[in-house]
Structures are given as C-alpha cells and as structure tokens.
C-alpha cells in the first residue's frame, strides 16, 4: 500500500495566519490527492480533491497544490472555524489516508 | 440536499456479528459508487470498503476481507455493511460515504456510527 505521510501532525497558529501542511507519498501518485476537514465529533468534509480543485461552498482561502509525492494544503488567512484536524487521502492506488494534522488555537 | 444516515451501530462481543445500514436521500443513489470508512476512537481514518453502483464490484480492506460484505439495495437507497467474526480492533465510528470522481474522493460522508467490540 502507499504511505501518506503529514507534517507536522498538530500545529497552533492564530487567526488571519497563513498555514501550509504537507502530505507526501511513498510513491508517485500523480494528482490522486484530496483533503479533507474533520471538527471534533463530526464526520470529515471534503475540502480539495484532485490535488488542487475546490468544491463548491469550500471558502477560497483554502487552496491545494501538488503532484507525484509532494502535496500542500494552504489556508491563506486562518479563521476561527478552521480549528480542525486535517487528512489526505490518495486514491491513486487502494485508498490510504495520512494520518492528520491537528490545527489548533495559539 | 444529499444526505447519509447510519445505522446499526452498537456493543457487540469479540467473534459477534453485526450489520450496519446507511439511508441515502437527495441524489441518484443507484448512479454512485458507495464506500465504508472507519475511525477507531482517537485515530485516522481508515479505507473499509466500496461497491460499485450496479453491485458488479465489489473490494475491501485487506484488515477485513473475508469477514466483512458490502452490499447496497437500489430499490431501498441503502447501503450496508455486514460484520462478522469482530474482533476488539474492528472498534470504530464507521462512516458511510458517496465515491465522486470515478470513486477517487469521497463527498458527502454520514454522520457515523459507532460500533464497540468488548467484552
């Protein structure tokens, strides 16, 4: 199976902060790349798929790039409902998630 | 609005066996790929199984292949989840969540429901 592998897994950061995390596979995966946002208690929501395309009502200031092993998942300017742990997934191959980054409140 | 409701969840003894149900509303259930994900408490999540839109296909994790089947019933938009033969790392919230893109994302997901193996 491919390894998807997040850093940092937690981070704290304050509103109106730029935040980038990183996924990186252990082998190319083409765009095969999607994120999603998960809040305590609640299911995941799908924030980017394709690597960098946005679903409708995702606000702009989330934004993914990215191909073959190397991802990025950026919130330009944090807001307060942000707070959340964040996963990739890839789906390039039977279906692996990485293992999460807790974003929390500075 | 596109809606997932699980079902079936509950406490079950190591070796048991349980079946979860997911109510699908507002799409075209019978267009979508299906799939099943789980969370053990405090963990990631982690890819269970999918089913095609027709039930032709079907495919699973290798963690629970051979006690668990997926299957879905059109008529009734529902998918399910059967589980067998539980063992106490099978303890999780399981999701039920419509494949997009070619089943390569999946969007929206249920709420969850959990499902504790103890004894």
């Known amino acids: 199976d491919i390894q998807m592998t997040q850093s940092p897994s937690s981070l704290s950061a304050s509103v109106g902060d730029r935040v980038t995390i990183t996924c990186r596979a252990s082998?190319?995966?083409?765009?095969?790349l999607n994120w999603y946002q998960q809040k305590p208690g609640k299911a995941p929501k799908l924030l980017i798929y394709?690597?960098?395309s946005l679903p409708s009502g995702v606000p702009s200031r989330f934004s993914g790039s990215g191909s073959g092993t190397d991802f990025t998942l950026t919130i330009s300017s944090l807001q307060p409902e942000d707070f959340a742990t964040y996963y990739c997934?890839?789906?390039?191959?039977?279906?692996?998630f990485g293992g999460g980054t807790k974003v929390e409140i500075k | 609005q596109v809606q997932l409701v699980e079902s079936g969840g509950g406490l079950v003894k190591p070796g048991g066996s349980l079946r979860l149900s997911c109510a699908a509303s507002?799409?075209?259930?019978?267009?979508?790929?299906m799939s099943w994900i789980r969370q053990a408490p405090g963990k990631g999540l982690e890819w269970v199984s999918y089913?095609?839109?027709?039930?032709?296909?079907?495919y699973y994790a290798d963690s629970v292949k051979g006690r668990f089947t997926i299957s879905r019933d059109n008529a009734k938009n529902s998918l399910y989840l059967q589980m067998n033969s539980l063992k106490v790392e099978d303890t999780a919230v399981y999701y039920c969540?419509?494949?997009?893109?070619?089943?390569?994302?999946?969007?929206?997901w249920g709420q969850g429901t959990l499902v504790t193996v103890s004894s």
């Open positions: 394709a690597a960098s």
């Open positions: 089913i095609s839109s027709s039930s032709s296909a079907r």
């Open positions: 507002g799409f075209t259930f019978s267009d979508y790929y």
């Open positions: 969540a419509r494949a997009m893109g070619g089943k390569r994302w999946f969007d929206p």
């Open positions: 082998k190319s995966i083409g765009n095969y």
């Open positions: 997934q890839q789906s390039y191959s039977t279906l692996t």
